[in-house]
């Protein structure tokens, strides 16, 4: 039985096994023979029609003002690869993009054409002594390219295993888990890119492959470890587990302004003094409700300690795990406190307590550079740059709600688990750095070149401080800058990165956000990611 969703057209039985919204198909074969193969259950619903309109509603696709003319609902990977056939040959298959949870790369999620929404396809599965082509895996945890992370962990919540997953629920499996997958385990297990032991992946040719890393398609799997969705649509991730933490306790700490000065040194000294791989904290500055969840908007000091009860993998250096007391003791010493909040929860359940911090509604950015040493005068430097963005946002009358500067702490070397160099990976991350995040909330689209200016001036800050060590760190590639360039964010990687791209998707059909610059894609006008400033074709090697 079809669900009920307003208005529907169906297409009688014999034609048709997809659920079919409004009649873009009309006219389109490609659509019409879709409609056709699609299983029972998926959908293809035309614009200005309610499961359209959903899509279009989400993250990116309201920002930036993209209203596809058909979307396609697929329930399995053959559905998929039906869909990446049709889009080939569809009067609406010109601006192709693919979305699951949106929360990759800025404006890569959306199109005005077509749109491939993974949303239906969101399990989560625990498999033991699994074979993944020529790979082995004790456990894993495989979850669809269309889930959430609070989908992947209510379904491994009270399993004893859990993957590296993000930090708030609504974001996206699959941007998070091409885009580097920094989450609150990473610091104790690597990124979430770097557990990853096979990707099942629809090419632009709708192939459907198996990519691991020692296998034909190795160069496929190296370029999803953190170059993006550039390469082909991932339905399954299939991540290595970990150990589920056995507690979850967070400390949310509103500071009052005469400490802030004190807080800044504390963060400071954690950063050089933790070790404990399960114990992280976060610094931020932002103009959010006083008491983050109630109150008055206003400017705000938050720190956030967080510790996760696990025995497996502790450094060497510690016998015990310490309490949550004296975790974070010297953090909070001497500071004076206008809120203390304190939560222990299911590891399941922790995603959900970020969800304050980025309401929806607004325009919104999430960008930030990396940093391997923090210092105070580097966190006031960037604190009084946030001061002064939020001034100047209400004095041009936008109130900038939930916009945080936050410093993200990351345990050295990741415990072990990182890459051995930077060319492991597409994203180039071998030298652990804690992560920064400017996420502005805006109201009107006249005030977007203003934000961009704002964070160009934070990265500054944070790129000066970072040279000033002799040592060259990539950005975060899901907080790309509007500005960066490839080598910014994929260094010396980003010559391999086109190849590929040209490799697997020859036509540049994948050319929404930050495109690698292949021939096709430069002779189309999408490419955006060079290796360096005035890279040509005849730069190919």
């Not at 992946?201 to 198996?210: D, K």
């Not at 610094?283 to 300690?305: A, D």
């Not at 909040?341 to 304050?356: C, D, M, W």
Request: glycine fraction near 10%; proline fraction near 4%; charge should be neutral.
């Amino acid at each position: 039985m079809y669900p009920s969703f307003g208005s529907v057209l169906l297409l009688t039985a014999h034609v048709a096994h997809a659920f079919v919204q409004g009649d873009c198909i009309k006219h389109d074969a490609a659509l019409t023979i879709l409609a056709s193969q699609l299983s029972p259950g998926a959908a293809i619903s035309c614009q200005y029609f309610p499961l359209q309109e959903h899509t279009a509603g989400r993250y990116w696709g309201e920002q930036y003002s993209k209203n596809s003319a058909v979307v396609v609902f697929p329930i399995t990977k053959i559905d998929v690869s039906h869909a990446v056939r049709a889009a080939a040959s569809s009067r609406f298959g010109w601006d192709l993009a693919f979305v699951g949870g949106g929360h990759g790369q800025t404006n890569a999620s959306s199109s005005s054409g077509f749109l491939i929404d993974l949303s239906w396809m969101n399990s989560t599965k625990v498999l033991h002594n699994i074979k993944l082509g020529d790979t082995k895996v004790s456990i894993a945890v495989a979850y669809q390219g269309g889930a959430l992370w609070k989908h992947v962990a209510d379904n491994t919540n009270g399993t004893g295993f859990t993957a590296v997953g993000a930090r708030v629920g609504e974001v996206g499996v699959g941007g998070f888990s091409t885009g580097g997958g920094i989450g609150f385990l990473a610091g104790a297990y690597g990124y979430a890119i770097d557990r990853l032991r096979a990707v099942e992946v629809v090419l632009m040719s709708g192939e459907i492959v198996l990519a691991t890393k020692t296998n034909r398609y190795s160069d496929l799997f190296w370029a999803i470890q953190g170059g993006g969705g550039q390469f082909g649509i991932v339905t399954t991730f299939y991540q290595e587990a970990v150990p589920e933490p056995t507690s979850s306790e967070f400390g949310i700490w509103v500071v009052a302004k005469d400490s802030w000065d004190r807080a800044r040194q504390n963060t400071v000294e954690f950063f050089e003094t933790n070790d404990d791989p399960f114990s992280l904290m976060y610094y931020s500055l932002g103009y959010y409700p006083e008491y983050v969840t109630t109150g008055n908007l206003t400017t705000v000091m938050v720190i956030v300690g967080l510790r996760f009860g696990n025995s497996h993998g502790m450094s060497s250096k510690m016998s015990k795990q310490r309490s949550f007391n004296s975790t974070f003791s010297n953090l909070l010493d001497g500071l004076v406190l206008k809120q203390a909040s304190k939560y222990n929860v299911p590891y399941g359940q922790a995603t959900e307590l970020s969800t304050p911090f980025f309401p929806y509604g607004f325009r919104r950015g999430f960008w930030g550079p990396q940093i391997s040493m923090v210092t105070k005068p580097y966190i006031t430097a960037a604190s009084n740059r946030m001061e002064a963005y939020i001034n100047q946002s209400l004095d041009r009358g936008d109130v900038p709600h939930s916009a945080v500067w936050v410093l993200q702490y990351m345990y050295p070397g990741q415990n072990g688990h990182g890459p051995v160099s930077d060319s492991a990976t597409a994203w180039p991350h071998a030298q652990t750095a804690h992560q920064t995040l400017f996420s502005p909330a805006w109201k009107s689209a006249s005030n977007d070149g203003f934000v961009v200016q704002q964070n160009d001036a934070l990265n500054k800050i944070t790129h000066d401080h970072q040279a000033s060590f002799g040592t060259f760190v990539a950005d975060y590639p899901n907080y790309i800058s509007p500005k960066a360039d490839g080598y910014r964010v994929w260094g010396h990687n980003v010559k391999r990165l086109i190849k590929i791209k040209a490799k697997y998707d020859p036509e540049c059909r994948i050319h929404q956000g930050r495109v690698f610059a292949s021939d096709t894609c430069i002779a189309h006008g999408w490419a955006n990611i060079y290796p360096r400033k005035g890279y040509s074709v005849a730069d190919h090697d």
